[in-house]
């Protein structure tokens, strides 16, 4: 007879507990509890049968894995989280006698300090790794460095968040690394590429921040903990990996602008890229007729090097000047991350690098509805220009974008396009490709052609290939076509639309 295993042995009333079993086994508060998970990375599971891993219980319970709690077990925070309790003990019963000057004492000499060093080199084992997860981090500093200090957010872990990400967007823009900006209802998403990793964040405008009353703070600090630990060791590592000093000097302002005195190693591996861009271009020695696979994937990737090379380089030698009503920050720091000198007025930051007067400056961005005073050879345009000039990798027509007129579709760049999609180019071309496409489409009408053999055999394949499905593919197929023809009646509606307003205009 085989041994009776018995209840809850095995299987999922083994695998996993429930969150009141953990914090009996851990021995501490669901705060702490909630807390420790946080900065672990342990989360809640799901799993396929709850009475069954209830052991028959139907009582609503969140499940944890056993692995997991038994992994906290061995937590050195789980001792300072204890210490802290103890400490908070102490503190309480010499504040209550009245004793203060004992209390501060106790609370400068014995407080128990903690860091998280060893939970972010747990979490990442490679660099890597840290950069897959530094899109949610880098989004959560820029929401803080934006918050007021209060009783909830200290003013240190302010300032740290303002010092961290200034440090990590001087990295952007020395590396130039910069690849996609949006101006969004929720703030301006940027896209950067480091270390062939795509990293995305969303920055909120500069406005003053009301802090809701319905957000539980004490989870986002928590999280804010431990992304301001990981932030600090990614930019350590990358500013190391570039010969840079770490930390950088930041300007009086405290802002996002780096002190220009950085190490002139970063001046000799500019040189050395350009050069390296030089002997890298590839020569194709054979003739065009002759083109394999292997060449044709190369060109691919050399076209795709050289974008790159034009994104990094496409206001070199340009010179900007910010009035006093644009995001100064957001547009310094996308300018400078594509090649561009800018400067600014006095009255947003110190040390402007060239005053207003200068006639070297070849672009003023203003955000009013008409400029006084200006100066001849600058073009005057709005800062959603200089997005939509990222995006599209090359200078669009500046004169779509002049002051007070009314501005092109500003696109998502994180949106790709498929194929029948109405997509609005207007003031994605420059001035001479939409000459020469206003030029084709007044002169090549749509003449009417007869078909050829090969497109009339191509329809009877298609006739005959219907023929032969059955009742449910032929339901699904013509489902497929309304669908289709659906879609392309929509595009070719906005179309039309599109050209009345131009005819309008």
Known sequence: MAKIVKKGVKGAAANFITRQQALNKLQISLADFRRLCILKGIYPREPKNKKKANKGSTAPATFYYVKDIKYLLHEPLLIKFREYKAFAKKLNKVLHKGEYSAAKSLEENNKPV?????????????????????????????????????????????????????????????????????????????????????????????????????????????????????????????????????????????????????????????????????????????????????????????????????????????KFYLSRETPRYALEFMITSCGGQVSWDASVGVNPPFPESDETIN???????????????????????????????????????????????????????????????AGLDSEDEEEVVESTTTEDKPKTKKRTAAEIEEEEVKEMSTVMMTNKQRKLYTKMQYGIKQKADEVAKLEKKKKALKSKK
């Open 114 to 318: 903690y860091t998280l060093d060893h939970i972010v080199k747990e979490r990442y084992p490679s660099f890597v790794d840290a950069l897959r997860d530094l899109d949610d981090a880098l989004s959560m500093l820029y929401l803080f460095s934006m918050m007021p200090a209060d009783n909830k957010i200290k003013a240190n872990a302010v300032a740290e968040c303002q010092k961290l990400i200034a440090e990590f967007q001087g990295y952007v823009m020395k590396s130039k690394s910069l690849r996609r900006v949006f101006f969004s209802i929720k703030g301006i998403y940027y896209q950067a590429e480091i270390k062939g990793q795509t990293i995305t964040w969303v920055v909120p405008y500069q406005f003053s921040q009301d802090i809701p009353t319905d957000v539980d703070f004490r989870v986002m600090l928590t999280f804010l903990e431990f992304y301001r630990t990981l932030v600090g060791f990614v930019n350590f590592r990358l500013y190391n990996e570039i010969n840079l000093t770490y930390p950088p000097k930041l300007d009086e302002t405290g802002g996002f602008h780096l002190d220009e005195a950085m190490p002139s190693s970063t001046a000799k591996m500019d040189e050395d890229e350009d050069t390296n861009e030089a002997i890298d271009e590839f020569k194709s020695t054979s003739n065009a007729q002759e083109d394999d696979d292997n060449t044709v994937t190369l060109a691919k990737i050399q076209a795709a090097s050289n974008a790159t090379s034009d994104l990094q380089n496409l206001f070199k030698n340009q």
């Open 363 to 425: 672009y003023q961005i203003t955000d009013r509805p008409s400029v006084s005073n200006r100066v001849l050879g600058r073009t005057y345009v709005q800062p959603q220009w200089v997005a939509d000039c990222i995006n599209a990798r090359k200078i669009v027509k500046p004169s779509l974008y002049a002051p007070g007129s009314t501005l092109p579709p500003h696109l998502s760049p994180f949106v790709e396009s498929k194929e029948g999609d109405y997509v609005p180019t």
